[in-house]
């Protein structure tokens, strides 16, 4: 699968879940995740988002290997809400800890 990794922190652009084909992504106040077992590997994501932060698992950063665990875990959790899937784009949050703000 796809991952969502560190630039996303604080920044949730949301352009990712727009294109998503099976509607795999998760928010919380932080960022944005992708569960693991819904994404089909389309890299349809990829390119939509401005600083760069989804990667398949395999390719992923060798700082930010923990993300592979972390969209896993969240994605598990925020799925036993109904408040947390996310399929259209919302306005930013570019908060203080976003990479692009
Ligand atoms: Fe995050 Fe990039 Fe999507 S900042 S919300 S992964 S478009």
Redesign the pocket.
């Known amino acids: 699968p796809h991952v ?1 990794t560190k ?2 922190y604080d ?7 727009v294109v998503c084909p099976v509607e795999c ?1 998760y ?1 919380d106040e932080s ?2 995740y992708i569960d693991p077992t819904d994404c089909i590997d389309c890299e349809a ?1 990829v390119p ?7 990667y398949g698992s395999d390719n992923v950063p060798g700082d930010w290997q923990e993300f592979v665990q972390l969209n896993a875990d969240r994605t598990a959790a925020l799925k036993k809400g109904n408040d947390a899937h996310i399929t259209e784009k919302q306005d ?1 949050k570019e908060g203080p800890s976003c990479s692009k703000s």
């Open positions: 969502v630039p996303c920044c949730k652009y949301t352009d990712c879940c992504f928010q960022m944005l994501c939509e988002c401005p600083v760069e932060a989804i930013p």
